[in-house]
């Protein structure tokens, strides 16, 4: 299809994946609150479970729910096909999995969520995978990190929580000439925003429990293949590459091609590891999707604005959204996500460590909670809450100093967000 008769990106987002139901006529996609699926008879079994033939088997591995939020999201972030699964957490542990093999180690940018840097730094190490930081802000600083042991970089595209933007380019370049996948994070920005296969990402990872199901009711992650990684040229990602023992020696690579990611994720991580989402989560996050471009195009205005009045507040001494002029993201943001900077922020206040959780404590409509992208508005400070574990160099470093508040505006009226801050603020 040419870019002017392909459907928009609005379009997509409501009609991509769903039909009307072929035995009700549901319109709306229906929840298939079921765990197995009746085979035809003993050969269509046999078919499904040596992967000859695609179907449901038991909904750990797959159920029509989760593949019309698959094909969905898969749609709007432009890859080959998606994986659904429990959480934003699952999505990285299933990726790495697939990937990586005890005693490697993989390049992580160091303006990343903190759940990720505890993953990576502690969870991971018992399988023996090692995480090696790099600097967000320079792609080149991976360049010595890099040996015959690594097996991916990880960056995330708007970065959390500081409103970091990263130069996905740059990034794609130093994977492709060390021959290993580029992974994004694109919780933050979501493909409203930013594309990052557009810019040369292999693999694409959501915590669908933020801005894509954007009610701040259901959890979820999801695992985009991007199609165009070469997983048998080096021999590294055996996984992909080598004979399965368990579904006859197939070689996946081989046999799905440009969505290989996607399937070796599923019936080798998620089968085996098991963090499934439930049918009732992916029905939740399908209907929040139907509003992400309205959703995100008013959670940037909102928090445009919220960033500029902040900006000239007497009790603020700095804030990082990359949608204003001072920042020094705004150069790669208007490059990378010319829609809007995103409505996740953080600022710091004059009064330290004490005044932030004073604020926090002040405000009425805003909730404090861990959350982020809910259609309401959210802070909270993360030196005190969510980068507590971290040690003070990790917490700056990832943008979550003593002073430093985080908020996530919502789609409010932009007046009462900023007269809650108002107040909170005197
Ligand atoms: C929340 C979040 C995650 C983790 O997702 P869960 O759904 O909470 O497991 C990963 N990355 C980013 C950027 C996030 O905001």
Known sequence: MSEETAPGFATLAIHAGAQPDPTTGARATPIYQTTAYVFNDTEHAAKLFGLQEFGNIYTRIMNPTQGALEERVAALEGGTASLAVASGHAAAMLTFHAIMSPGENFIAADKLYGGNINQFNHSFKSFDWHARWADALDPSSAKALIDDKTKAIYIESLANPGGVITDIEGWAAVAKEAGIPLIVDNTMATPYLCKP??????????????????????????????????????????????????????????????????????????????????????????????????????????????????????????????????????????KYMPKGAGSVFTFGLKGGYEAG?????????????????DTRSLAIHPASTTHSQLTDEQKIAAGAAPDTVRISIGIEDVKDIIADLDQAMK
């Not at 999801?222 to 197939?250: C, H, Q, T």
């Not at 604020?359 to 959350?371: D, G, P, Q, R, Y």
């Open 357 to 373: 959780v004073k604020l926090i404590e002040s405000m009425k409509l805003f909730s404090h909670v861990a959350n982020l992208g």
């Open 197 to 334: 296969i557009d810019h040369g990402a292999d693999i694409v990872l959501h915590s669908m429990t933020k801005f894509m199901g954007g009610h701040g009711n259901s959890m979820g992650g999801v695992i985009v293949d991007g199609g165009s990684f070469d997983w048998s040229a080096s021999g590294k990602y055996p996984m992909l590459s080598e004979p399965r023992p368990e579904y006859n020696g197939v070689k996946l690579h081989e046999t799905f091609g440009n969505f290989a990611f996607a399937i070796a994720c599923r019936v080798l991580g998620l089968r085996d590891l098991g963090p499934a989402i439930s049918p009732f989560n992916c029905f939740q996050i399908l209907t929040g999707m139907e509003t992400l471009p309205l959703r995100m195009e008013r959670h940037c205005q909102n928090a445009q604005a919220v960033a500029e009045f902040l900006e000239s507040h007497e009790a603020v001494s700095w804030v990082s959204y990359a949608g204003l002029e001072s920042s020094p993201h705004h150069a790669l943001q208007q």
